[in-house]
């Protein structure tokens, strides 16, 4: 059980915080996580369950492609990623100043 606890810690990699994830985090409790790219929705509700002690609604997750940027005379292309968007039961709430 404490390698799947190990494991679950790794699966969410930041909080993303920007002006519209900050408005859905106070309007409709819905928080938004940076997770590894081979995260499940299942094992993102446990990773948000086990460190902050809350229950979860639902989890919603999605790929962002990678930008073409130029450097210098080359092109390149920044790394896919993806973001999960998960809501909490009522009652429950992340203060991500006190964790």
């Known amino acids: 059980m404490s390698m799947q606890k190990s494991q679950l810690a790794n699966v969410l990699l930041a909080p993303i915080i920007t002006e519209k994830s900050s408005f859905a985090a106070e309007n409709d409790k819905r928080f938004v996580f940076r997770v590894q790219n081979s995260a499940t929705k299942l094992q993102v509700k446990r990773a948000v ?13 999605l790929n962002v ?21 998960v809501k909490l039961k009522s009652g429950h709430d992340i203060d991500f100043a006190a964790a």
């Open 65 to 85: 492609k990678g930008k073409v940027k130029r450097f210098g005379r080359t092109l390149g292309k920044r790394s896919d990623w993806k973001k999960a968007y």
């Open 49 to 61: 369950e086990l460190m902050f002690d809350v229950e979860v609604d639902s989890v919603q997750v």
